[in-house]
């Protein structure tokens, strides 16, 4: 069978590098892809914009796709599983209309309000004067947010009342997100550890996945802006069993009621970023309507079962027959980033240091990266992710950092400490 993987980060370098170990399958292509995925295995790259939606349906009709499994969010909350489910080609993803719940963070802040589904007490507004006044009637720390789609870096959270103010006139009155930033959610500032809870849903069957942390600020001691993610392991050791299952009681599976109450049909991987309170307390963060990044790409490292076939299930209604096996291995991942992200950053870079870097232990996923004259190149703002596996956190990390080590590019930066957290509990 033929697959088409959307998108070209290091989720989808880690769904292209998963797919290939399927005997199901004979080719893969990767829209656009990465200097990364051309590497692997039945991979090819197509030149075909993720968001480019009439061009990937006319590629996945003309190559007699099998399955097309959707990497990014913004195809997503484009409709493109509309479009496909309507040309009869299979598509994994929710459509258009469950997207919202990552689309739009209003949207799904009344949501979980409308369905009694604990998360931070917020408001919503489109004048900045309003926002403002509501910023200094609560005072700091509080959560400044991007109602719309900005590629993980529309969230400020303030520690005082001027920096969300500033991030209030950043979003709203410079427009610095563009359309995105057309309403801002205001949040309530929720202390405690982060998880991220991933879960794959035929809209009946709910399975939930290997657990993972990430760590989103830029900096050691997890200090600094917000980034699409500086890495990630699997599994999370502070979502002990009891905390999963309070976790799928008293979120998951009300969310997926909610939806059906609500007339929508949901599909495909959800994702919830948890906030875990020093109680042990679950509340919802953000949905996520797809894979996160980087957590992906420990968790890929971790699945022993045949990704093919277990969103072959999903899309067929069969889960409940389903079972996913996960190695009991640690995965940490460390995010290698250009200098300056995720600000301003340069590209173009070459990288030295790739040549024999993958291994049962270790695997280097591409995100950011081209392949240009016999040479990998830089092309974003995270540009690798760097796996490494072992019987602890802190053997996984070692791995992974003894890799980061071989590698290297002009203005290459990362952090030190992904998965202390861990290490330390351990």
């Not at 880690?14 to 004979?26: E, R, T």
């Not at 299952?245 to 007339?263: A, C, F, W, Y």
């Not at 209604?317 to 950053?345: D, F, R």
């Amino acid at each position: 069978m033929k697959i088409l993987i959307i998108g070209n980060g290091g989720r989808e370098h880690a769904f292209a590098w998963k797919c290939s170990q399927s005997k199901k399958v004979s080719q893969i292509y990767v829209a656009p892809g990465n200097g990364g995925t051309a590497q692997e295995k039945k991979v090819k790259n197509i030149n075909i914009n993720a968001e480019d939606i009439e061009n990937l349906l006319a590629f996945a009709k003309k190559e007699k796709i099998a399955l097309t499994i959707v990497g990014p969010e913004a195809p997503l909350v484009l409709g493109i599983v509309d479009k496909f489910n309507a040309a009869e080609l299979p598509c994994f993803g929710p459509n258009a209309k469950a997207a919202q719940l990552e689309g739009s963070k209003s949207f799904t802040k009344k949501f979980l309000l409308r369905h009694n589904i604990p998360t931070a007490e917020y408001a919503c507004f489109s004048e900045l004067n309003l926002a403002i006044d509501y910023i200094k009637s609560k005072g700091a720390p509080i959560v400044v947010k991007a109602d719309g789609l900005a590629a993980g870096k529309g969230v400020f959270v303030a520690m005082q009342v001027d920096d969300a103010i500033a991030a209030a006139k950043d979003i709203l009155g410079d427009k610095s997100f563009g359309s995105a930033g057309s309403k801002i959610v205001i949040e309530e500032f929720l202390a405690g550890e982060e998880a991220s809870f991933i879960v794959i849903t035929d809209g009946t069957e709910v399975i939930s996945l290997a657990t993972s942390q990430d760590h989103k600020a830029r900096d050691n001691d997890d200090l600094g802006p917000n980034t699409g993610g500086m890495g990630a392991y699997s599994p999370a050791p502070i979502v002990t069993k009891a905390l999963k299952d309070r976790i799928m009681n008293e979120i998951i599976h009300p969310t997926l009621e909610g939806l059906k109450k609500d007339g929508i049909d949901y599909l495909g991987f959800l994702y919830a970023g948890i906030m875990i309170d020093a109680a042990g307390n679950p509340k919802i963060l953000e949905y996520n309507c797809r894979f996160g990044d980087p957590e992906t790409q420990p968790i890929m490292m971790r699945l022993e079962s045949d990704f093919v076939e277990l969103c072959e299930a999903t899309l067929n209604g069969n889960l409940s027959n389903h079972n996913v096996k996960w190695s009991k291995k640690i995965a940490l991942g460390v995010v290698m980033a250009a200098g300056g992200y995720p600000i301003k950053y340069s590209v173009g870079q070459k990288i030295s240091g790739l040549e024999s870097n993958n291994s049962n232990i270790s695997k280097v996923f591409h995100a950011g990266t081209l392949f240009k004259e016999d040479q990998f190149v830089t092309a974003g703002g995270r540009v690798l992710c760097v796996v490494g596996m072992g019987d602890d956190t802190l053997e996984a990390q070692q791995k992974s950092y003894e890799t980061v080590a071989q590698i290297s590019w002009e203005g290459e930066f990362h952090r030190d400490d992904i998965g202390y957290r861990a290490i330390e509990r351990e």
